[in-house]
């Protein structure tokens, strides 16, 4: 049972526009989430991450947001760049969990079209 | 570079062998996570090892084992492979024993093991 969902494999953006990677989870015990960025034949690192206590948390180009009664949060990124480019995966940990306890979604790789 | 150092990068090996992935954490890291990753998965989660113990346990195999030594680093052990268990493994680290919410993964380059 996949507890995170990722259900877009890959998203096509271009260079410029707003990117929107989105994810959904079942688990009602996730609490803290975060997204991980990663590059071919590098492993995952850690991009951005709010807790369950706010609805949206900014990193310069890059915002995500959290809407718990939907269990959906997603994460923008404006303007899209062409290093952007990479796999992003959604993680989601349960309250008083850490890095023990992260279940992470299958991924979306996201395009950056010049 | 994360500072997480994964060997070896590759592996390609016959169904029924045995491997064993190598990982150094970053220095000072006590903990040491061991990720499978496999065509179409996200990050599963296999094991955790905290300071020479096993702290966590996810979805492993009982035909994996791994360790972490005095030094830090660690060890996972695939036996009797078979050819499902081709996938990309990914160690990570962090400074304590993964129990608080704001403590991040470092993650390793990974290595690509081929069953054939």
């Known amino acids: 049972d996949q507890q995170v969902k990722q259900n877009s494999p890959s998203l096509s953006v271009q260079e410029g526009r707003i990117s929107i990677l989105n994810c959904d989870y079942t688990?009602?015990?996730?609490?803290?989430f975060l997204w991980y960025k990663k590059y071919p034949a590098e492993g995952p690192t850690f991009l951005i991450s709010i807790s369950s206590i706010k609805d949206k948390n900014e990193d310069g180009r890059f915002t995500v947001f959290l809407n718990k009664s939907a269990k959906h949060l997603s994460l923008h990124i404006v303007p899209s760049q062409p290093g952007d480019s990479a796999v992003y995966f959604c993680?989601?940990?349960?309250?008083?969990?850490?890095?023990?306890?992260?279940?992470f979604g299958k991924g979306t790789h996201l395009i950056i079209q010049p | 570079d994360s500072g997480v150092t994964q060997t070896p990068k590759h592996l390609i090996t016959a169904t029924g062998q045995r491997v064993t992935l190598r990982c150094s954490p970053r220095s000072g890291d006590l903990s040491v996570y061991w990720y499978q990753q496999s065509l179409d998965q996200g990050l599963q989660f296999l094991i955790q090892?905290?300071?020479?113990?096993?702290?966590a346990k996810g979805n492993i195999l009982e035909r994996f084992s791994a360790q972490q030594f005095p030094d830090l680093h660690s060890e996972l052990n695939l036996s009797s492979l078979e050819l499902g268990d081709s996938a990309l493994y990914f160690c990570?680290?962090?400074?304590?024993?993964?129990?608080?919410?704001?403590?991040?993964?470092?993650f390793g380059s990974g290595t690509q093991l081929s069953v054939l």
């Open positions: 688990n009602s015990m996730f609490d803290y």
């Open positions: 990570a680290s962090s400074v304590g024993a993964g129990g608080t919410t704001n403590e991040k993964l470092f």
């Open positions: 993680a989601a940990s349960p309250e008083g969990g850490g890095a023990d306890g992260l279940t």
């Open positions: 090892y905290y300071n020479g113990e096993e702290r």
